[in-house]
T-cell receptor, first 112, second 114 residues
């Protein structure tokens, strides 16, 4: 089955700095790679996603890159703000199979 | 449009008791999944369904049963609760299609097994 590894497990940055979280996956059949943000005590919510036919996608301060050959994808947050503090999860999915595998999460702390 | 609704929000069980966690979605999504989230860990897939009448096991299915008799509902049954099943349970649904697959999560059920 699919295996997703996520690094780092914790990340602390100063407000205004950039944050990068990396994930690797094992199943070459995976073709959909979402990123979820989970605030304390809340449900995970999608912040950005990328599909296998695209190498990069950007939405304001958030960007995701995908390297299918190396089987890794990354989340980039620029100009971080205290409200970006949360746990971030990557996931890999084979959309034909209908199931997702999640990484173990990265706790991001943005210090004012 | 309520999205994904989970009940109950909190539950305390004694070892050996059984119960059903309810999940309903009103978005006509084909895919539904159950995850458990243990402290400091990611979401682990318990069972999932790609449509009414079709279910399959995820990575941690032991001790749980599911059924999908309608598109809207996907209940999770704990057969004989154990302390190791203490966790937060999330149900999620998504639409099938080339530009779909975004998962919408319920608010979660916090389960403690004593």
């Amino acid at each position: 089955g699919e295996n997703v590894e996520q690094h780092p497990s914790t990340l602390s940055v100063q407000e205004g700095d950039s944050a990068v979280i990396k994930c690797t996956y094992s199943d070459s059949a995976s073709n959909y790679f979402p990123w979820y943000k989970q605030e304390l005590g809340k449900r995970p919510q999608l912040i950005i996603d990328i599909r296998s036919n695209v190498g990069e996608k950007k939405d304001q301060r958030i960007a995701v890159t995908l390297n299918k050959t190396a089987k890794h994808f990354s989340l980039h947050i620029t100009e971080t703000q205290p409200e970006d503090s949360a746990v971030y999860f990557c996931a890999a999915e084979n959309t034909n199979a209908g199931k997702s595998t999640f990484g173990d999460g990265t706790t991001l702390t943005v210090k004012p | 449009n309520a999205g994904v609704t989970q009940t109950p929000k909190f539950q305390v069980l004694k070892t050996g008791q059984s119960m059903t966690l309810q999940c309903a979605q009103d978005m006509n999504h084909e895919y539904m999944s159950w995850y458990r989230q243990d402290p400091g860990m990611g979401l682990r897939l318990i069972h999932y369904s790609v449509g009414a009448g079709i279910t399959d096991q995820g990575e941690v299915p032991n001790g749980y049963n599911v059924s999908r008799s309608t598109t809207e509902d996907f209940p999770l049954r704990l057969l004989s609760a154990a302390p190791s099943q203490t966790s937060v349970y999330f149900c999620a649904s998504s639409r099938r299609g080339p530009m779909a697959n975004i998962q919408y999560f319920g608010a979660g059920t916090r389960l403690s097994v004593l």
